[in-house]
Every structure is written in structure tokens, then in C-alpha cells.
């Protein structure tokens, strides 16, 4: 018993004299650590007589309370000392200037959504928005698309896995099937814009297998060809800002036009430089028609009464055109250094008639 007074005494002493926590805390491993003094003692006990292991086992375990409790409160007291000492040294200069915020940025994508929504808008049109997982009647079969089409390949499409009854459906491939919808639930006259995420499996320099789309649909009784020229005209040359930019249609095939087109706009490569506008060359940017009327009957449409006009465009080439942008993979790469280049304020808010200047 006069060795554990003499261990108790010096346990305690030690732990006063503690300077820090790690020297505390080497002290409280050489106490009460799996080889300390104290553990050491305790695993004893089956050493000493049965008549004195009582008395024994109460003397050890008051030890290590009380070393325990000594630990905890000096530990108290340097976490305390050490804080003070680095609140000393870590001392704050209020004269320096204060860090930089960083202004958030529109990405290039909502920008140009806005501005083509802005454009259109004014002209009559108004959103409307639909699922982005379709059935195979909306996404294919009411627009048109023969079963043999290679749009309905695995190698085209992202398939869900069969449900309940069989069907798979679909990542929609464009936007069209919010003109069906809208079609189905609603009577003529349309005037729509649908922009939104369409899924197709392809990646490149050029491709994504997500990117956004904007669609246009307008269909009334005395709706021609002339309207769907002066709408993408006069659209194109708002959204590029030049105002006597040359537009031509070209002759084209999709399922549910009928018939068909693909735009082009004037441009200009020489000296290596790529330029919006006149010059002797041609660039495609979008694909429209005159709607199939075999779509409309789908819809429950009558097409010997209404007939219309739909239009489809790629809003990451759009962007990529108009604010020169190489690749379109970087709008997916979470890049805040290209987005600082490429984004814009939320001051630049999209005009009516001509989107952004930059």
C-alpha cells in the first residue's frame, strides 16, 4: 500500500506539471495506456491472496478514478491556456481590405434559352414544358417516325427498362413531344416554344448525350410556308444581331414535316477566321418544316383545316455560334475559370428584339 501512495503521488504530480497536451496525454497513456502502471496493477490482482483482492481491487480502481479525474481537469485547464495563446499570436489586422467576393454567372445555356424565349416570345409564341422520360407514341410514333427508323436503335437512344406491361420508354431524343402534348390537350390555334434537356448516345468535340433543344410550333387554318420563312428569318437575324444577314432554306427530310428544310445563315471563313454574316459561304443552324399531317391526325387534328409550322434548333450550337465557343463538352465540366469567361451577369437581362451585345 505504500508503493500505490507513492505511484498515486507521483501520477498526480506529473499531471500538474504537464505543460501541454501532448505531454499530458503520454502521461495519461503511461497511467492507464493497455501496458500502463495502473492496467498493470489491475491485471494483478489475480496474483494477490483471495483475502486481500477485495481491498486491493477498491485502492486500484480509486486510483485510476482519481488519476482520471486529474487528466480531465488538467486537460481543461490547457486547452484553455492554449487557446488564449493562439488567440494572442493569431491576432486579426483590421486595415487590410477585405477578400473579393465573386459574382455568380449566368451559364451561356440559360442565357441563350433566354434569349431565344425572349425573341420568340415576341412574337407571339408562349412556353410550354413536358416530361423529359417519354413513352415510345410520344416521342416517336405521333411525329411520324417509321419502326424501322435509326433513331429507334439501341445505339441512338437511351431505353428504360420494361415496365409492368412491357413497354420501355425512353430519355426523349428531342423536344417534339411537348408539341404532341400540347396538341392533344388543347385546340387549334398554337403558338409554342419548348425548350428543355433531350438525351441521344453520342459524345464528341460536337456532341453530348445531354443537351437542350428549343422546338417552335404554330398551327392555324391559313398557316404557310411564307410564315415559317419570315418567323426564322427575322429570328435569326434578332438572335445574331445583324440585321441584313443572308438566310436560305435548303431542301431537307424529317418524319413529320412535310416539307422540309434545313436553315442556313451567311458566313465567312477567310484568313482562317470564322464571321457571322455576308460572305461566301453557308452554315446550317436549324431544321423546320410544314407539319405532316400525319402528325396532326394523330393529335385528333383535322388536317384538311389546320395546317402548320415546326422548327427545331440546338441551343449549345446556338451559343457556341454566337459567343464562340470551340467545344461543347465545356459546358458540362463544372469549369468556374470558363464560366468566369463565358458566363454572364445577372444584369444581362435579354432584350425583346436582339438578345445580348457582347
Known sequence: MDDLEALRLKLNEAVQEAQDSDALEAIRVDALGKKGQITTLMRGLSNIAPEDRKASGQAFNALKSEITKAIEIRQTTLADIELDARLAADRIDVTLPSRPECDGCIHPISQTIDEVVAILGEMGLSVEAGPDIEDDWHNFTALNIPSDHPARQEHDTFYLPSGPNGERKVLRTHTSPVQIRTMQNGNPPFRVIAPGRTYRCDYDATHSPMFHQIEGLVVDENTHMGHLKGCLIEFCRAFFRVDDLPVRFRPSYFPFTEPSAEVDIGCTREGGAFKIGHGDDWLEILGCGM?????????????????????GMGVERLAMLKYGIPDLRTFYESDLRWLRHFGFSALDVPSMVGGINR
Do not use: T
Not at 405532316?292 to 422548327?311: E, R, S, T
Open 291 to 311: 407539319v405532316n399531317p400525319n402528325v396532326l391526325k394523330n393529335c385528333g387534328i383535322n388536317p384538311d383545316k389546320y395546317q402548320g409550322f415546326a422548327f
